[in-house]
């Protein structure tokens, strides 16, 4: 059975920084890139971040490029997401997910790519 468990998620002001982790179980990690994506109250669910199965490429949405970094360690199956430089505008629930397609050779950013999610942690930054 496929496990993603999220953590540390929390409440900070404005320009503070926060790292998300996310544990994936009951599959190969190595095998599958992950992402990371966020729903803010009304607003559909949208991508992140994303990093490759081998960890040798990684890709961001225009809004958190260059102050975020996705991350990963094989070892421990564990993908990181740095977040600094937090404004009001990264409040949302954030969801760490793993591709559906193995050694897949691109990294995608549509959430049907993904078919294991971890149940959301919160992230709210106020002002």
């Known amino acids: 059975q496929v496990q993603i468990v999220e953590s540390g998620g929390g409440s900070v002001q404005t320009g503070a920084s926060l790292r998300l982790s996310c544990v994936l179980s009951g599959r190969t990690f190595g095998d599958y890139a992950m992402g990371w994506f966020r729903q803010a109250p009304g607003k559909e669910r949208e991508f992140i971040a994303a990093?490759?199965?081998?960890?040798?490429?990684?890709y961001y949405a225009d809004s958190v490029r260059g102050r975020f970094t996705i991350s990963r360690d094989n070892a421990k199956s564990t993908v990181t997401l740095q977040m600094n430089s937090l404004t009001p505008e990264d409040t949302a629930v954030y969801y760490c997910a793993a591709d559906r397609v193995p050694i897949r050779p691109i990294i995608t950013t549509a959430s049907s790519s993904y078919d294991s999610w971890g149940q959301g942690t919160q992230v709210t930054v106020s002002s």
């Open positions: 990093i490759k199965w081998s960890g040798s490429a990684t």
